[in-house]
């Protein structure tokens, strides 16, 4: 079982930045991989960025490549989502997600976090 919490959501303004981290429970957070996907209103959850157990396989939407970056710590039992570059239409709720074997598809992912909002104000 993996517990996820995300912070660091917030109301910024177009072109500003933002990181995103999502700390998980237990011992074994370093063998699971983690994604981080998005819900824009009245659209449907979409995916973000993932990363891989080791960290050494990351993958990203196209509307995000560029702009940011997903990363991990294995000793905090923490990702992240470095946001630059923010759009208003990165306006979202965003949550993190784990798996054991890294993918981008949303419906393989086993644990979710409760999400953490995101505004972009132009």
């Known amino acids: 079982q993996v517990q996820l919490v995300e912070s660091g959501g917030g109301l910024v303004q177009a072109g500003a930045s933002l990181r995103l981290s999502c700390a998980a429970s237990g011992r074994t957070f370093s063998s699971y991989s983690m994604g981080w996907f998005r819900q824009a209103p009245g659209k449907e959850r979409e995916f973000v960025a993932a990363?891989?157990?080791?960290?050494?396989?990351?993958y990203y939407a196209d509307s995000v490549k560029g702009r940011f970056t997903i990363s991990r710590d294995n000793a905090k039992n923490t990702v992240y989502l470095q946001m630059n570059s923010l759009k208003p239409e990165d306006t979202a709720v965003y949550y993190c997600?784990?798996?054991?074997?890294?993918?981008?598809?949303?419906?393989?992912?086993?644990?979710w976090g409760q999400g953490t909002e995101v505004t972009v104000s132009s």
């Open positions: 997600a784990a798996r054991r074997i890294v993918t981008t598809e949303m419906e393989l992912y086993d644990y």
């Open positions: 990363i891989s157990w080791s960290g050494g396989n990351t």
